[in-house]
């Protein structure tokens, strides 16, 4: 021991330079440093001496050890872990030795002195191996990131993996150390704090890893925590550690969830629970102010907050007081983990109805924060809060006095800007209806009815309450004691000297009964001095006898009270008077009794409803939730499309009935560019209809068809299109089973029991699923036709009619199986067009509404289906003329009979009934129509299939001589063949034939065609005549038709077809028309386009049906470039403000697809501004407003605005009413004005200054500059910001003062000439509906309109052109409706009309 003893003391240093300097004070000093090839041998001299002497060599070789941590950077790996490996053996058998030399009582001084350097040095140097180690592990992960250098990855492999391995064991075995009760080692002090900082050091240096928060290092961390709470158990270092963990949270974001779990460790295991009180006093002491600018540290803290708060959140309610006010700071992520806090708190703690009263009310608080930051300035915090409410309402810690107040908030939400706060507030109220407490249906309807009736019952049982209320039962005792104040003060006064006359007055009765009856009277009566003069009377006389024996009392004054007392109370009553009072108590009690079994129902009714009238308002609000929802299902953000559509599932599993209205109107999202839209529709329905609740296969079926099925009442053409690629994409995928196909072949074929629109719908599902896997009608076609084509399809049309839209399935393949391969085509002779033509003629004769719809299906079936179908139709249309041939037949010999007075016009087809004649003009179009279709493209297809597999074969026989002539005739044949000028050439030469066919055969006298054209036309040229609104309309569209066959045809009845259009007084016509001139504009583009402003006009219709068919129209027209945008495209922008919803959408789908075509919107707006703010346009302010505001929503690029800022300025020259100006400065406040912007409004100040004394325009101005100046952050900006008001302000303040200047000087008064009058009044003047009497006149001869022509130079307008109404005597002139020659647009432009080939 004796070098024990001779070693000098050990002192812990700062840094390890410090080992090297000795400051003379004794204490130990490196006394060589040795260098790198001298350390292996030393390391095994101190690997012996350890074996020798154990722990204690380290005093002797303390040296070797610091040699190798002084050269750790250049020193060789195998060296490194030597080292470690040795010092850990060194430190556990000095651990394990330990606790028996303590217990030594005969331990030297100078033995305690060595194990203390021994334990301090073999600490020192262990722990700083494992700081080294630390530090080369982070500097190789972070090297690994970089792709230069080499064999960085054997570098980490041979260092860094054998530190992971061995890091655990250190950390346990320094713990261990701690463990130990090593005070005895300081002289029974306390552990040197700088022995246990170097423990923690390290700790905390691993912590600093940010790799130390990935899953396979759990155990590392385990490790950390474990020996960190050891230090703060044992040594004391409270203090020490709240200050580091709270600096390390502020530099070291990864730290954050790694000490909140050690945190929540340490204050379960070890009791450390006063350590989160102050770490959370440590955060709640940083000023919000620094928080706001260091975001790093903000986000530790918030993160520790929020993973303390969720792993022990009662503690941290206990202190919940020091950090509420960063809830009214500026950093959004203290707000969010303080609410997260206290939402952790409500759900774990202040959670259940046994709350005591002061944690109820922190409840409340809590509640009402939250509810207060949905409304946040942040939206992070708006959303985070709603997602907080969402766990709340999950864990069912939500109390039902909170549900309509939350509810509204989050309904409220659904406005707002910020798409992740909308995503939250529908996940919110998806959580609200999965975790209602009322009910699992929730219809308004449903709730309304017992609601009323039980309102009704508890408003009778309060009623009934009221009438039988008892009165307030006042006890004798409680009586007696009010009025013993004023009996005192009368007994009193009977011992003063009275009256005589008051003596001979009051007599006491002759027996006991008697006397107490009248001393009771008069209490009762309150003649209390009387009833105390009689009770001492009484006393005399009936000394002994109840109730006047009294006991021995203090004073007479006191037996009068005593007295008097029992017998106002009766609890002394005389011996007749027992039963009565019992038996009235008895009444008492049960009437009590009654009043609170009514108090207690009373209570139950209002508590019920209470709860239905919350049901019914929460109803209520999800209904409201309902409507905003479903317009959010079209918004630009992917994530709120997915979280509407979830959302309608879940209403609609909870019985809703406008959820239906939802799922109806995400159908059209299934054909969403975005996969994640369509799957989330898919899956939707597929949750929806493909899952029921039902066990069977035939039960499930069963559903699946009921819920299908009644999407389908009264579902749009759109509707059923959406929902045939829902189910066809599930047939593909083999999701739909075969007994829900087998249901509806028997729900078709009425084997099972159903009605005729489930038999229809059974049908239409059929046809949907064949589109999928068309061979579930190819193998069933004649039970098809058997059924739905028979005899009874004349019974109901519209079955027959979905039977031929199923059967059309067959040759709707776009893809066929081989290339070049022959079309899908039935012969002739086949029953189904037997059946077809049969139905088709046997109704023609009969009325039915239906029968149209189902020609036209049937018409178009033959056409698709059938080889010559040309001969098919031209045999329907020849049986149905002969048919109305005989009709008209009949009709003539029934009014050439002289007994019959004719009651129609003899002559022509007026005679016929009006349906036939709509029947025959209907179908005449119908033919045409296909014929032309059934040209173009089957013709079309056919022969250009023909001419290659004849190009093939005779290419295939000719390959030799096609190499001599390409031989032959060089390169330019060769050129040729690679532009494919050949193909074109014969593409273009088959167009040509077709279009030959149309121009000159189908019109022409040999055409089946030319016999009812001057029907057509004579219906159309007499409206008058011929004045039924469903033959005009049919008639119309016949039109349309017809002139989709010729150009010549078109050119020559265009201005027919426009004047009806404008001037019909039909809707249907109109719509009809409308939409034969926009196929009409496809076809023959260059006849129609001088008629383009009649197309813009019908935008202004009176009708919402006819301006919403011309906005359709009109939308088609200018996407696909076949109409020249315009000015006119103004009165597409008018229909943003259009009263009716549905042409409103129809003007915002528009403008929304026209935005997606480069810069049409921006090129468009200055034109669309310039038209609307015109005086004769018709615009009211406020809808001008709103227009913009939607129009410029659409400019989002810098350079778009700064270009429309230059072009608003330069319009303000062109201006001339103080309207233009004003709405010309609104527009500009709707652009964000950047400083290149403001340097354009500079630069064109001259364009607007003397228009700034209009305050309405000045004012916009000022709000452009306010709303430059909170965005800019440059100086240079703001001065010119200033310079601008300067400038604006001088020349508003001119102008008023040149305005005064005016008014002052006018003393002398000028005439003034009056002002014009307005052109047109400020609302827009819509078409009549109806003509006027004074409408129906003759045009005048154009002769005399000359004449007044040259006589007035003003521009002509046009005649008024109406239909006439007299059936009878109104000549050919009079009916006429086509615009005169004069009035046929002249000027036009040509537009290169497109291939046949390229409208195939």
């Given at each position: 021991?004796?070098?024990?003893?001779?070693?000098?003391?050990?002192?812990?240093?700062?840094?390890?330079?410090?080992?090297?300097?000795?400051?003379?004070?004794?204490?130990?000093?490196?006394?060589?440093?040795?260098?790198?090839?001298?350390?292996?041998?030393?390391?095994?001299?101190?690997?012996?001496?350890?074996?020798?002497?154990?722990?204690?060599?380290?005093?002797?070789?303390?040296?070797?050890?610091?040699?190798?941590?002084?050269?750790?950077?250049?020193?060789?790996?195998?060296?490194?872990?030597?080292?470690?490996?040795?010092?850990?053996?060194?430190?556990?058998?000095?651990?394990?030795?330990?606790?028996?030399?303590?217990?030594?009582?005969?331990?030297?001084?100078?033995?305690?002195?060595?194990?203390?350097?021994?334990?301090?040095?073999?600490?020192?140097?262990?722990?700083?191996?494992?700081?080294?180690?630390e530090m080369e592990t982070l500097k190789n992960s972070l090297s690994e990131a970089d792709p230069g250098g080499k064999n960085k990855k054997n570098h980490a492999k041979t260092s860094g993996s054998f530190w992971e391995e061995e890091r655990e064991p250190v950390l346990q075995l320094l713990t261990q150390v701690l463990q130990l009760d090593l005070r005895q080692l300081w002289g029974g002090l306390s552990v040197e704090?700088?022995?246990?900082?170097?423990?923690?050091?390290?700790?905390?240096?691993?912590?600093?890893?940010?790799?130390?928060?990935?899953?396979?290092?759990?155990?590392?961390?385990?490790?950390?925590?474990?020996?960190?709470?050891?230090?703060?158990?044992?040594?004391?270092?409270?203090?020490?550690?709240?200050?580091?963990?709270?600096?390390?949270?502020?530099?070291?974001?990864?730290?954050?969830?790694?000490?909140?779990?050690?945190?929540?460790?340490?204050?379960?295991?070890?009791?450390?629970?006063?350590?989160?009180?102050?770490?959370?006093?440590?955060?709640?002491?940083?000023?919000?102010?620094?928080?706001?600018?260091?975001?790093?540290?903000?986000?530790?803290?918030?993160?520790?907050?929020?993973?303390?708060?969720?792993?022990?959140?009662?503690?941290?309610?206990?202190?919940?007081?020091?950090?509420?006010?960063?809830?009214?700071?500026?950093?959004?992520?203290?707000?969010?983990?303080?609410?997260?806090?206290?939402?952790?708190?409500?759900?774990?703690?202040?959670?259940?109805?046994?709350?005591?009263?002061?944690?109820?009310?922190?409840?409340?608080?809590?509640?009402?924060?939250?509810?207060?930051?949905?409304?946040?300035?942040?939206?992070?915090?708006?959303?985070?809060?709603?997602?907080?409410?969402?766990?709340?309402?999950?864990?069912?810690?939500?109390?039902?006095?909170?549900?309509?107040?939350?509810?509204?908030?989050?309904?409220?939400?659904?406005?707002?800007?910020?798409?992740?706060?909308?995503?939250?507030?529908?996940?919110?109220?998806?959580?609200?209806?999965?975790?209602?407490?009322?009910?699992?249906?929730?219809?308004?309807?449903?709730?309304?009815?017992?609601?009323?009736?039980?309102?009704?019952?508890?408003?009778?049982?309060?009623?009934?309450?009221?009438?039988?209320?008892?009165?307030?039962?006042?006890?004798?005792?409680?009586?007696?004691?009010?009025?013993?104040?004023?009996?005192?003060?009368?007994?009193?006064?009977?011992?003063?000297?009275?009256?005589?006359?008051?003596?001979?007055?009051?007599?006491?009765?002759?027996?006991?009964?008697?006397?107490?009856?009248?001393?009771?009277?008069?209490?009762?009566?309150?003649?209390?001095?009387?009833?105390?003069?009689?009770?001492?009377?009484?006393?005399?006389?009936?000394?002994?006898?109840?109730?006047?024996?009294?006991?021995?009392?203090?004073?007479?004054?006191?037996?009068?009270?005593?007295?008097?007392?029992?017998?106002?109370?009766?609890?002394?009553?005389?011996?007749?008077?027992?039963?009565?009072?019992?038996?009235?108590?008895?009444?008492?009690?049960?009437?009590?009794?009654?009043?609170?079994?009514?108090?207690?129902?009373?209570?139950?009714?209002?508590?019920?409803?209470?709860?239905?009238?919350?049901?019914?308002?929460?109803?209520?609000?999800?209904?409201?939730?309902?409507?905003?929802?479903?317009?959010?299902?079209?918004?630009?953000?992917?994530?709120?499309?997915?979280?509407?559509?979830?959302?309608?599932?879940?209403?609609?599993?909870?019985?809703?009935?406008?959820?239906?209205?939802?799922?109806?109107?995400?159908?059209?999202?299934?054909?969403?560019?975005?996969?994640?839209?369509?799957?989330?529709?898919?899956?939707?329905?597929?949750?929806?209809?493909?899952?029921?609740?039902?066990?069977?296969?035939?039960?499930?079926?069963?559903?699946?068809?009921?819920?299908?099925?009644?999407?389908?009442?009264?579902?749009?053409?759109?509707?059923?299109?959406?929902?045939?690629?829902?189910?066809?994409?599930?047939?593909?995928?083999?999701?739909?089973?075969?007994?829900?196909?087998?249901?509806?072949?028997?729900?078709?074929?009425?084997?099972?029991?159903?009605?005729?629109?489930?038999?229809?719908?059974?049908?239409?599902?059929?046809?949907?699923?064949?589109?999928?896997?068309?061979?579930?009608?190819?193998?069933?076609?004649?039970?098809?036709?058997?059924?739905?084509?028979?005899?009874?399809?004349?019974?109901?049309?519209?079955?027959?009619?979905?039977?031929?839209?199923?059967?059309?399935?067959?040759?709707?393949?776009?893809?066929?199986?081989?290339?070049?391969?022959?079309?899908?085509?039935?012969?002739?002779?086949?029953?189904?067009?037997?059946?077809?033509?049969?139905?088709?003629?046997?109704?023609?004769?009969?009325?039915?509404?239906?029968?149209?719809?189902?020609?036209?299906?049937?018409?178009?079936?033959?056409?698709?289906?059938?080889?010559?179908?040309?001969?098919?139709?031209?045999?329907?249309?020849?049986?149905?003329?002969?048919?109305?041939?005989?009709?008209?037949?009949?009709?003539?010999?029934?009014?050439?009979?002289?007994?019959?007075?004719?009651?129609?016009?003899?002559?022509?087809?007026?005679?016929?009934?009006?349906?036939?004649?709509?029947?025959?003009?209907?179908?005449?179009?119908?033919?045409?129509?296909?014929?032309?279709?059934?040209?173009?493209?089957?013709?079309?297809?056919?022969?250009?299939?023909?001419?290659?597999?004849?190009?093939?074969?005779?290419?295939?026989?000719?390959?030799?001589?096609?190499?001599?002539?390409?031989?032959?005739?060089?390169?330019?044949?060769?050129?040729?063949?690679?532009?494919?000028?050949?193909?074109?050439?014969?593409?273009?030469?088959?167009?040509?034939?077709?279009?030959?066919?149309?121009?000159?055969?189908?019109?022409?006298?040999?055409?089946?065609?030319?016999?009812?054209?001057?029907?057509?036309?004579?219906?159309?040229?007499?409206?008058?005549?011929?004045?039924?609104?469903?033959?005009?309309?049919?008639?119309?569209?016949?039109?349309?038709?017809?002139?989709?066959?010729?150009?010549?045809?078109?050119?020559?009845?265009?201005?027919?077809?426009?004047?009806?259009?404008?001037?019909?007084?039909?809707?249907?016509?109109?719509?009809?028309?409308?939409?034969?001139?926009?196929?009409?504009?496809?076809?023959?583009?260059?006849?129609?386009?001088?008629?383009?402003?009649?197309?813009?006009?019908?935008?202004?219709?009176?009708?919402?049906?006819?301006?919403?068919?011309?906005?359709?129209?009109?939308?088609?027209?200018?996407?696909?470039?076949?109409?020249?945008?315009?000015?006119?495209?103004?009165?597409?922008?008018?229909?943003?403000?259009?009263?009716?919803?549905?042409?409103?959408?129809?003007?915002?789908?528009?403008?929304?697809?026209?935005?997606?075509?480069?810069?049409?919107?921006?090129?468009?707006?200055?034109?669309?501004?310039?038209?609307?703010?015109?005086?004769?346009?018709?615009?009211?302010?406020?809808?001008?407003?709103?227009?913009?505001?939607?129009?410029?929503?659409?400019?989002?690029?810098?350079?778009?605005?700064?270009?429309?800022?230059?072009?608003?300025?330069?319009?303000?020259?062109?201006?001339?009413?103080?309207?233009?100006?004003?709405?010309?400065?609104?527009?500009?406040?709707?652009?964000?004005?950047?400083?290149?912007?403001?340097?354009?409004?500079?630069?064109?100040?001259?364009?607007?200054?003397?228009?700034?004394?209009?305050?309405?325009v000045y004012s916009c101005f000022q709000t452009v500059l306010a709303r430059f100046r909170r965005a800019c952050v440059k100086p240079e900006a703001k001065a010119l910001a200033e310079e601008l008001e300067q400038k604006l302000s001088a020349s508003h303040n001119r102008g008023l003062d040149s305005t005064e200047t005016c008014q002052e000087g006018s003393q002398i008064p000028v005439s003034v000439p009056a002002k014009?009058?307005?052109?047109?009044?400020?609302?827009?003047?819509?078409?009549?509906?109806?003509?006027?009497?004074?409408?129906?006149?003759?045009?005048?001869?154009?002769?005399?309109?000359?004449?007044?022509?040259?006589?007035?130079?003003?521009?002509?307008?046009?005649?008024?052109?109406?239909?006439?109404?007299?059936?009878?005597?109104?000549?050919?002139?009079?009916?006429?409706?086509?615009?005169?020659?004069?009035?046929?647009?002249?000027?036009?432009?040509?537009?290169?009309?497109?291939?046949?080939?390229?409208?195939?």
């Amino acid at each position: 021991m004796a070098d024990a003893v001779a070693a000098p003391q050990f002192q812990l240093p700062l840094s390890p330079a410090d080992l090297l300097r000795d400051d003379g004070r004794g204490d130990y000093v490196v006394q060589e440093v040795l260098p790198i090839r001298e350390l292996p041998p030393a390391l095994a001299a101190f690997r012996a001496a350890f074996r020798a002497r154990g722990a204690l060599a380290v005093l002797q070789h303390f040296d070797s050890v610091y040699s190798v941590l002084h050269h750790f950077r250049t020193v060789g790996t195998a060296v490194k872990e030597d080292a470690l490996e040795l010092m850990v053996n060194v430190v556990s058998h000095h651990s394990n030795e330990l606790p028996g030399i303590l217990s030594d009582a005969g331990l030297s001084h100078a033995d305690r002195a060595a194990h203390l350097n021994a334990l301090k040095m073999n600490c020192y140097l262990l722990t700083s191996l494992v700081d080294a180690f630390e530090m080369e592990t982070l500097k190789n992960s972070l090297s690994e990131a970089d792709p230069g250098g080499k064999n960085k990855k054997n570098h980490a492999k041979t260092s860094g993996s054998f530190w992971e391995e061995e890091r655990e064991p250190v950390l346990q075995l320094l713990t261990q150390v701690l463990q130990l009760d090593l005070r005895q080692l300081w002289g029974g002090l306390s552990v040197e704090e700088e022995f246990v900082s170097l423990m923690m050091g390290s700790c905390y240096r691993i912590l600093e890893n940010p790799s130390i928060g990935l899953q396979k290092y759990r155990a590392t961390r385990e490790a950390v925590t474990h020996l960190l709470a050891g230090a703060l158990i044992h040594c004391g270092q409270m203090f020490s550690a709240t200050l580091k963990i709270t600096q390390m949270l502020q530099h070291f974001e990864h730290v954050a969830p790694v000490f909140a779990q050690a945190v929540s460790l340490w204050a379960k295991e070890y009791g450390l629970k006063s350590l989160v009180g102050e770490l959370l006093r440590e955060i709640g002491q940083k000023c919000p102010q620094d928080l706001a600018r260091e975001a790093s540290g903000v986000k530790g803290y918030s993160t520790f907050v929020t993973e303390l708060a969720g792993e022990i959140p009662a503690l941290v309610l206990s202190n919940m007081s020091v950090l509420l006010h960063h809830l009214d700071g500026e950093s959004y992520m203290m707000r969010n983990a303080i609410l997260a806090a206290m939402a952790e708190a409500l759900m774990q703690v202040l959670n259940g109805d046994q709350l005591e009263e002061a944690a109820r009310g922190t409840r409340d608080k809590f509640l009402s924060m939250l509810q207060a930051h949905v409304c946040d300035v942040h939206s992070f915090v708006r959303s985070r809060v709603l997602q907080l409410f969402t766990r709340i309402v999950q864990c069912k810690a939500l109390p039902l006095t909170h549900f309509q107040s939350v509810v509204s908030l989050a309904v409220g939400r659904l406005n707002d800007k910020s798409v992740i706060v909308v995503k939250n507030a529908i996940q919110l109220l998806a959580a609200f209806l999965s975790n209602n407490p009322f009910s699992c249906k929730l219809s308004c309807a449903d709730l309304d009815k017992p609601l009323k009736k039980e309102v009704q019952k508890l408003q009778e049982m309060r009623d009934r309450v009221r009438s039988t209320a008892v009165v307030p039962v006042i006890t004798p005792e409680e009586e007696w004691e009010a009025m013993l104040p004023e009996v005192r003060a009368a007994t009193q006064q009977l011992f003063q000297p009275l009256q005589e006359r008051e003596e001979e007055m009051l007599e006491v009765e002759e027996t006991v009964e008697s006397a107490v009856e009248q001393i009771t009277g008069l209490l009762r009566k309150l003649n209390y001095k009387s009833a105390a003069r009689l009770t001492q009377k009484a006393l005399c006389r009936f000394q002994g006898k109840e109730p006047f024996s009294s006991l021995m009392e203090e004073n007479e004054e006191a037996t009068i009270l005593d007295v008097l007392k029992r017998l106002f109370t009766g609890s002394c009553p005389g011996e007749n008077s027992e039963d009565p009072p019992n038996d009235n108590s008895s009444h008492k009690t049960k009437e009590v009794v009654q009043e609170e079994q009514s108090q207690t129902e009373l209570a139950k009714q209002e508590t019920l409803v209470q709860y239905l009238q919350d049901a019914y308002n929460f109803s209520v609000k999800i209904t409201e939730a309902l409507n905003l929802i479903s317009k959010l299902m079209y918004e630009n953000s992917v994530s709120v499309v997915q979280e509407a559509i979830e959302f309608f599932v879940t209403v609609s599993q909870f019985g809703v009935p406008q959820a239906l209205l939802g799922v109806r109107r995400m159908l059209p999202l299934i054909w969403s560019k975005e996969p994640g839209i369509k799957e989330a529709v898919l899956n939707a329905y597929r949750q929806l209809y493909l899952s029921p609740s039902v066990d069977s296969e035939r039960a499930k079926a069963q559903s699946l068809v009921h819920s299908l099925s009644l999407i389908l009442v009264d579902a749009s053409l759109g509707t059923i299109q959406c929902l045939e690629e829902i189910i066809s994409e599930f047939v593909q995928k083999d999701e739909i089973k075969p007994a829900v196909i087998q249901l509806l072949w028997e729900q078709f074929t009425e084997k099972s029991q159903c009605s005729s629109l489930e038999q229809r719908a059974a049908v239409m599902l059929l046809g949907m699923m064949a589109r999928g896997k068309p061979e579930i009608i190819g193998s069933n076609l004649d039970i098809l036709i058997t059924v739905g084509l028979s005899e009874k399809a004349c019974e109901d049309y519209r079955l027959a009619q979905e039977v031929c839209n199923v059967i059309s399935k067959l040759g709707g393949d776009p893809k066929p199986a081989k290339k070049n391969s022959a079309p899908f085509r039935l012969p002739q002779n086949h029953m189904l067009f037997g059946c077809l033509s049969e139905t088709v003629s046997k109704g023609f004769a009969q009325p039915s509404t239906h029968w149209i719809p189902f020609m036209d299906a049937a018409v178009m079936l033959i056409y698709q289906l059938a080889e010559g179908p040309e001969e098919i139709c031209a045999h329907i249309l020849q049986v149905c003329s002969q048919q109305a041939l005989e009709k008209l037949q009949e009709a003539d010999e029934q009014n050439s009979d002289p007994g019959n007075s004719p009651s129609r016009d003899s002559g022509g087809a007026a005679s016929l009934p009006t349906f036939m004649l709509m029947h025959l003009v209907s179908l005449v179009g119908q033919v045409a129509m296909q014929q032309v279709a059934h040209l173009e493209v089957s013709v079309s297809a056919e022969i250009r299939r023909r001419r290659i597999l004849k190009e093939e074969k005779t290419k295939k026989h000719s390959d030799s001589s096609k190499k001599r002539r390409s031989q032959a005739t060089g390169n330019e044949t060769t050129m040729e063949e690679e532009l494919g000028l050949v193909t074109a050439t014969a593409d273009d030469t088959e167009a040509e034939f077709i279009h030959s066919i149309c121009e000159t055969e189908l019109l022409d006298g040999k055409h089946l065609f030319s016999a009812f054209v001057p029907l057509v036309l004579k219906i159309c040229n007499n409206p008058g005549l011929y004045s039924d609104s469903a033959l005009s309309a049919a008639a119309a569209l016949t039109l349309g038709k017809l002139c989709m066959i010729s150009s010549e045809f078109c050119d020559s009845h265009l201005r027919l077809l426009f004047t009806m259009m404008e001037k019909s007084t039909l809707p249907g016509v109109r719509s009809n028309l409308i939409i034969a001139a926009g196929d009409l504009a496809i076809h023959f583009p260059n006849l129609v386009e001088p008629w383009t402003s009649h197309l813009y006009a019908r935008l202004q219709d009176p009708c919402p049906s006819v301006r919403q068919t011309a906005g359709l129209v009109m939308t088609h027209l200018i996407l696909k470039d076949m109409v020249k945008v315009k000015g006119q495209v103004s009165e597409m922008a008018a229909l943003l403000i259009d009263p009716d919803e549905a042409v409103m959408e129809v003007a915002q789908n528009f403008f929304g697809e026209l935005s997606n075509k480069g810069n049409a919107i921006y090129n468009l707006l200055p034109d669309i501004i310039s038209h609307l703010s015109k005086p004769d346009c018709g615009i009211e302010e406020e809808s001008f407003h709103t227009i913009m505001r939607h129009l410029f929503s659409y400019i989002t690029k810098d350079k778009q605005t700064e270009s429309l800022v230059e072009k608003l300025c330069q319009r303000f020259r062109t201006a001339r009413t103080e309207r233009q100006y004003r709405d010309l400065s609104h527009c500009l406040t709707l652009l964000p004005v950047s400083e290149r912007g403001l340097h354009k409004l500079q630069d064109n100040f001259d364009c607007f200054a003397d228009k700034l004394q209009d305050p309405a325009v000045y004012s916009c101005f000022q709000t452009v500059l306010a709303r430059f100046r909170r965005a800019c952050v440059k100086p240079e900006a703001k001065a010119l910001a200033e310079e601008l008001e300067q400038k604006l302000s001088a020349s508003h303040n001119r102008g008023l003062d040149s305005t005064e200047t005016c008014q002052e000087g006018s003393q002398i008064p000028v005439s003034v000439p009056a002002k014009q009058k307005t052109i047109r009044s400020s609302c827009r003047q819509p078409l009549s509906p109806v003509n006027r009497d004074e409408d129906f006149v003759t045009p005048q001869p154009s002769t005399l309109r000359n004449q007044k022509r040259a006589q007035k130079r003003r521009p002509r307008k046009k005649a008024v052109i109406t239909f006439s109404s007299d059936e009878e005597n109104s000549s050919e002139d009079e009916l006429s409706a086509e615009l005169r020659e004069e009035e046929t647009p002249t000027k036009t432009t040509p537009i290169t009309r497109s291939s046949a080939r390229r409208l195939r």
